[in-house]
């Protein structure tokens, strides 16, 4: 019994057994109106079926590795070289600078000597944000090529930033490619108790840039360093007031930075010449509008009272 060739109406070829593949029926459909076997040519991928995917090599998965992890490096080079929007160090030649520094100044010499007035029971001192990166940038504008040194050095422009309860100390590192801003945000938490004033001093992050980092690093380095922090503190303390309270207040304040490397609370008593010096409370306030509708700068304020 011989086979009959097909009609013309099945579309089929009766030499190879496959669709012709009218143009007017792929464009319309993008099916052929007869029935082919998967991978016959001149069908579209949806007609021909699925492929059959291949095995990826060792190769393909080295390179996968490989660029995941650049772009981990990647991303963490932006992230170090990211400086915070608050970071605006001041300019040491600007006449409101040099203003500000000398009014820092000023402000703390008058501490000293109303700390040694023995008439006063009780002392309140403020000094603002502004101030005390004014005094910062005029003190280190060597460091910052303003003055240029023979060795100039690898951490510059310090800034700091008050916050509510929360003081960030940030300097530029310029040992990274761009220069990157290490900041180091400290808790500060004060309050009565039994018989003295009460402070809890805490270390509660750092970052290089944007990238947090643990903060055991710092604290682990800081503990190395205390040893040889005694003599510049004690030369500090002695040009405010004098050679002899340094020698008294420089072991004290050593103790208390111990305490607040360890993150333990610790007195705010300071023993000199066999009397008291009690900080009652320090108090960091972020810029805001006050009651009087003003607003008011962001500010560290102290009350003591006096020997």
Excluded at 41 to 70: D, E, F
Excluded at 193 to 205: H, L, Q, T
Aim: glycine share 8%; hydrophobic share 45%.
């Amino acid at each position: 019994m011989t086979k009959e060739p097909l009609s013309e109406k099945s579309g089929e070829s009766p030499e190879t057994g496959h669709c012709p593949l009218a143009p007017s029926s792929a464009t319309n459909s993008g099916l052929s109106a007869c029935h082919a076997p998967a991978g016959a040519p001149g069908l579209p991928y949806g007609a021909a079926g699925l492929k059959r995917r291949r095995r990826r090599t060792w190769r393909g998965w080295a390179g996968a590795a490989i660029a995941g992890v650049g772009l981990v490096l990647l991303a963490t080079l932006v992230l170090l070289n990211i400086r915070p929007g608050w970071y605006r160090p001041l300019n040491p030649t600007s006449k409101a600078v040099l203003n500000h520094a000398q009014e820092a100044q000023m402000s703390v010499f008058r501490l000293r000597n109303e700390a040694l007035n023995p008439r006063l029971r009780r002392i309140t001192w403020r000094i603002t944000q502004n101030q005390v990166n004014s005094l910062l940038a005029v003190v280190y504008q060597g460091a910052d090529g303003v003055s240029p040194r023979r060795h100039p050095a690898s951490l510059v422009r310090p800034f700091v930033r008050f916050t509510n309860g929360r003081i960030t100390l940030a300097v530029l590192d310029r040992q990274w490619i761009a220069g990157a801003v290490i900041a180091v945000g400290i808790d500060v938490h004060t309050w009565t108790g039994k018989k003295v004033p009460m402070a809890k001093i805490r270390i509660d992050d750092l970052h290089v840039g944007l990238l947090p980092l643990p903060r055991s690093l710092l604290i682990d380095r800081l503990e190395n360093m205390l040893p040889h922090l005694g003599p510049p503190l004690g030369r500090i303390i002695a040009v405010y007031a004098g050679s002899g309270y340094a020698r008294v207040m420089t072991p004290q304040i050593l103790a208390r930075l111990a305490a607040l490397l360890k993150g333990k609370p610790f007195p705010l008593e300071l023993r000199i010449n066999h009397r008291n010096i009690m900080v009652q409370k320090i108090l960091l306030r972020a810029a805001h509008v006050n009651s009087r509708g003003r607003r008011a700068p962001a500010a560290l304020t102290v009350e003591f009272t006096p020997p």
